[in-house]
């Protein structure tokens, strides 16, 4: 079975920088598409970063010229390199597997990153 572990989150002050990791347990070679998304109070999950196997990252509008993911599947990881971090970057930060071969894509628990001086 096929698991999701994020890691990472802390208290950063503004203009700092984090890396996030998703641990994947079990076979990452079926994850055909990894990524990052994250869900702050009051507001709908929103993509990150996400991107097919061998394929570069395509990032939401909040990351975009900030943030960068990366996948390594020999180490069974995905990170998400955050720069530059905004108050409003303050949410729960979720990675995502999708597989051919589950019908459901997976989640991990999320990890909570907060902004603030």
């Known amino acids: 079975q096929v698991q999701l572990v994020e890691s990472g989150g802390d208290i950063v002050q503004p203009g700092g920088s984090l890396r996030l990791s998703c641990k994947v347990s079990g076979d990452i070679t079926i994850l055909d598409t990894m990524g990052w998304y994250r869900q702050a109070p009051g507001k709908q999950r929103e993509l990150v970063a996400t991107g097919h196997r061998h394929h570069p990252f395509i990032y939401g509008a909040p990351a975009k010229g900030r943030f960068s993911a990366s996948r390594d599947d020999g180490e069974s990881t995905i990170w998400l390199q955050m720069r530059s971090l905004k108050p409003e970057d303050t949410a729960i930060y979720y990675c995502?597997?999708?597989?051919?071969?589950?019908?459901?894509?997976?989640w991990g628990q999320g990890t909570q990153v907060t902004v603030s001086s």
């Open positions: 995502k597997g999708e597989s051919r071969l589950i019908s459901a894509p997976l």
